[in-house]
């Protein structure tokens, strides 16, 4: 397997369709496309072509030539339009595995050629896969602004910044003032405490952009029987978990995905709290269930409207809870104020208590800071790394270790476009300032 083989795949879904498209890319894809059709190919333009093995004919379609180093990989690329049969679709694909330098491409090979190549950074990359997987309006809208380098900007732009402020320590350790201070110049402290206060500004961000992908996590909890599988049930709009009148029913966490107002999100229907019980499996998922709430990202709190309310459940209540009271059909014991009372079994104000739950999914993603946000741990973790190291070279003893610091927060902030290695930052911090002055 090497970087160098032509690779080729089915680029559309698998199965049958009016259209599938079979993409090439590598030094063999124009000595293909010869030997399949004789083409000359112009490039960016479509070709309609008989496509031949031998005698046989293997379809009729249109090719279009990409030439690098402008292409989606940067090398040469033929992409096949042909009828979207399996049976096409498995001649060509047989066909292009017996040429000369060919081979099935691995899963994201192509995107991970452009990154080499240079067309995209890791970010960009990412959101090749997000905007692949998207499902909701919101999930779209996010990995379109991260492929078009809204992530990568901010990044980079921070990376400037430091390779500056790495430039102007060099500096200082190469022609020392007279009465320079132990460790960072007073002029550099200002600008790092600023870029730390943006970093944690983009962290501080309740894992908006992380839930876009995963969708936003909210956890059903309550006293056994209140009706949280119903409430489930009824918002999934399928018997996704089993209801029944025997208090303990539910034990282990049943996950639902919706789409709510435009976003995506995870419900989870868990064991009903109570202290007094004996049985393991039973104790086992309240331990679960109270480990989710304290995941969530919104709790709804299910309170039995004929029982008095239970301390357990009461104790859950914070700022990021919605408290419903349910069985508004039977005669009620009690009634919160600021809690919505519905009745799954006759429906009553259900439409209400959708309203206030979307209302709070809403709030949760379009709340926080303008701006593209953070949508990986893998992001999360190097930017972490690049706060601590900002936050060391303030509090560092000796100019020479506040430049290592400096150095080691520029390389965790690389990492997160793919774009930067030390043999870079040091192009950038030499060609930036002109050190021999
Ligand atoms: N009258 C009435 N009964 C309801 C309502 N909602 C649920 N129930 C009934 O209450 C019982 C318990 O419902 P479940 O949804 O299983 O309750 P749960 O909170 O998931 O209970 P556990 O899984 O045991 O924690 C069932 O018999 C439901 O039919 C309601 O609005 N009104
Ligand atoms: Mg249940």
């Known amino acids: 397997m090497s970087d160098q083989d032509t690779i080729f795949a089915l680029a559309s879904a698998n199965g049958q369709a009016g259209l599938s ?31 031949r093995h031998g005698d046989d004919i293997i379809d009729e379609g249109i090719c279009l030539y990409f030439k690098g180093p402008n292409s989606f990989t940067g090398e040469d690329v033929i992409e096949y339009t042909l009828h979207g049969s399996r049976a096409v679709v498995s001649k060509m694909l047989d066909v292009l595995a017996g040429m000369d330098g060919h081979r099935m491409a691995e899963p994201g090979e192509f995107t991970r050629r452009a990154f080499l190549n240079g067309r995209l950074d890791l970010t960009a990359a990412e ?16 990995a379109l602004s991260q492929l078009g380098g809204g992530l990568e900007k901010i990044y980079r732009d921070w990376s400037d ?36 206060s943006d970093i ?25 029987n209140a009706g949280k599988s119903s409430l489930l049930n009824w918002l999934a709009g399928r018997e996704a978990a089993i209801v029944s009148d025997t208090a303990g029913t539910t034990r282990d966490i049943v996950d639902v995905s919706l789409n709510l107002g435009g976003y995506p999100v995870v419900l989870s229907d868990t064991a009903g709290l109570r202290d007094e019980t004996d049985d393991h ?22 309170f039995d409207g004929t029982r008095t309310a239970d301390e357990t459940t009461m104790a859950q209540i914070d700022n990021k809870t919605l408290v419903i009271i349910n069985k508004s059909d039977l005669n009620a014991v009690h009634n919160n104020d600021g809690a919505i009372g519905i009745s ?9 208590f959708l309203e206030a739950i979307t209302v709070r999914v809403r709030s949760f993603f379009e709340s926080g800071q303008a701006g593209p946000p953070l949508t990986r741990e893998r992001h999360r973790q190097n930017l972490i ?21 400096l150095r080691q927060a520029l390389l965790s902030l690389g990492r997160i476009t793919g774009r930067v290695d030390v043999e870079d930052l040091l192009d950038i911090v030499f060609k930036d300032f002109c050190i021999g002055k």
């Open 344 to 352: 799954v079994k006759s429906g009553e104000n259900l439409d209400k």
């Open 385 to 405: 790394q690049t706060k601590s190291s900002l936050q060391r070279a303030l509090s560092a003893d000796l100019p020479e270790l506040a430049a290592e610091d």
């Open 161 to 196: 910044q430091l390779a500056k402020l790495l430039a102007h320590q060099e500096a200082e350790i190469e022609f020392p003032d007279e009465d320079m201070p132990d460790g960072i110049d007073d002029a550099v402290r200002g600008k790092i405490e600023s870029l730390i």
């Open 281 to 302: 499996i039973e104790q086992e998922g309240i331990r679960r269930a109270i480990t989710r709430a304290a995941e969530a990202d919104l709790k709804i709190a299910v």
């Open 127 to 142: 959101a090749v896969a997000d905007l692949i997987h998207a499902e909701t309006e919101a999930q779209r809208m996010q």
């Open 21 to 51: 498209v079979i993409r090439v890319s590598g030094a063999g894809a124009l000595d293909s496309l010869h030997q399949l059709t004789a083409l000359t190919p112009t490039p960016r333009h479509a070709h309609y072509a008989k496509i």
């Open 200 to 224: 944690s500004g983009h962290l501080d961000d309740h894992r908006r952009g992380e839930r876009l992908r995963t969708g936003m996590q909210i956890a059903i909890i309550g006293a056994p």
